[in-house]
């Protein structure tokens, strides 16, 4: 039992990246600089799939929402990293606190989920490709994103409810540069072990369910690409998974290595470059994955390109 103290919490106190004066500087602007890419690289994407009538398929209305998950997901953490590097008060209040997590996990829930339902997608336009019109239609599409977006509310709903019920009443600074949730369990001066059952239990279904559909659909994938003969006709195949593929690992890695096992494990210092890298890095790179592995985007850029520039000379 942690031990109770008779002052509660009202607000808490954020840790900054660095309290060194010189690197606050370079560290704001290296912050600033990856979220503009962020946003112009994942508003790229969504300008691009909406004016291109070649980019009309599920696969790509898929990628439009994953762009649209990543600008908020990143926009609730780094402009909040930005701010605190250079304020001398880094304190946020326990509603401001328990927002911020709530939309994180609410946005990191919903990217699990969504990649999960575009490697169906991959697995129903590779091996299905008969009925992959109705496997994948457009009510079928809206349906799996309602359901992304609605389990990953309740998801973070529950989580956000269950950590801010529980007293606080000892140090109020958290060990973070953001409300994460295994901060925040450490400063209750309650037991919290049936807390990180629950999280442990929830984000297992919600992270290797969505995993394991993962898993199953590309194993579905690869099966038959390997009986195909033409080496050709499987790289093409495959080309169209790629990117997908390589944004799962890059999102599935860190998220196991944070949040499946106990708090007991914490780790200030890992966690902390585990934790920039998947929610100010990733969203960064997705769509530059994208855009330098999927043809179908790249043709579309260079024709947008190419469109801008004959009307910039029309205009002069």
Not at 12 to 38: K, M
Not at 75 to 102: D, Y
Not at 149 to 178: D, K, M, Q, R
Request: hydrophobic share 50%.
């Amino acid at each position: 039992m942690k031990p109770m103290d008779t002052t509660l919490v009202t607000e808490f106190v954020l840790a900054g990246l660095s309290s060194d004066p010189n690197l606050q500087l370079p560290l704001f602007l290296l912050c600033l600089s990856v979220y503009l890419v962020t946003l112009l690289g994942n508003l790229m994407i969504i300008a691009l799939i909406r004016m291109t009538p070649g980019l009309q398929t599920p696969m790509y209305f898929f990628l439009m929402n994953l762009s649209f998950v990543d600008i908020l997901y990143s926009s609730t953490i780094t402009p909040n990293i930005m701010a605190n590097i250079l304020s001398v008060n880094k304190t946020i209040s326990i509603t401001g606190c328990a927002t911020q997590m709530f939309f994180f996990i609410d946005l990191a829930s919903s990217e699990a989920m969504l990649l999960a339902v575009m490697a169906y997608d991959r697995y129903a336009a590779i091996c299905k490709p008969l009925y992959y019109t109705s496997l994948v239609n457009k009510a079928r599409c809206f349906q799996l994103i309602c359901s992304v977006y609605a389990a990953g509310f309740l998801n973070s709903l529950t989580h956000t409810y269950c950590a801010f019920i529980l007293p606080f009443c000892g140090s109020n600074h958290v060990n973070h540069f953001y409300c994460d949730i295994n901060p925040i369990l450490k400063l209750s001066c309650k037991d919290t072990f049936l807390n990180e059952i629950f999280l442990f239990a929830v984000a297992g279904s919600i992270e290797v369910g969505s995993f394991l559909c993962i898993l199953i659909s590309y194993v579905h994938i690869l099966l038959p690409l390997l009986r195909i003969g033409s080496t050709r006709g499987r790289s093409k195949s495959l080309s169209t998974c790629v990117s997908h593929f390589i944004c799962v690992a890059l999102f599935y890695c860190p998220v196991f290595f944070m949040y499946l096992r106990p708090t007991s494990a914490y780790s200030v210092d890992q966690d902390w470059v585990v934790s920039l890298f998947y929610t100010v890095i990733i969203p960064m790179l997705n769509p530059i994955i994208y855009s330098l592995r999927n043809q179908d985007v790249k043709r579309a850029l260079g024709k947008l390109s190419i469109n801008s520039i004959f009307m910039l000379f029309r205009l002069n």
